[in-house]
């Protein structure tokens, strides 16, 4: 299982509030998944990467589907928002990021 990881900030900019962020990730629905699911829900594969959010989580905070690219949330999607919230005056220069060794890791 690959693990990746993305910035969730000009989302952020571009939004109005962290459900609104979700929704525009591709989150779906509100189910916890604590393991990886057996079988995507939107389109039946059962291939998943991990996928860690900076600024909001240390660890992955989704399954995403290798296929559809759906996500499904290993945390509690309430918990996952009040987390975005806490990003709200943080600021970032994307100029100073280094540039992923792999296509694995998303900007």
Sequence with gaps: MIGRVASIFPVIHNTQSAHEVLDALGVCGK???KSCPKSCPVCQSKVFSTL???????????WECDDCGALHCRRD????????DRLENLWTNPNDWEEPESKNQLN
Aim: glycine letters at 4%.
């Design 52 to 62: 860690e959010l900076i600024g909001v989580c240390s660890t992955p905070v989704f």
């Design 31 to 33: 189910k916890v998944y």
């Design 77 to 84: 999607r309430q918990w996952i928002e009040n987390r975005i």
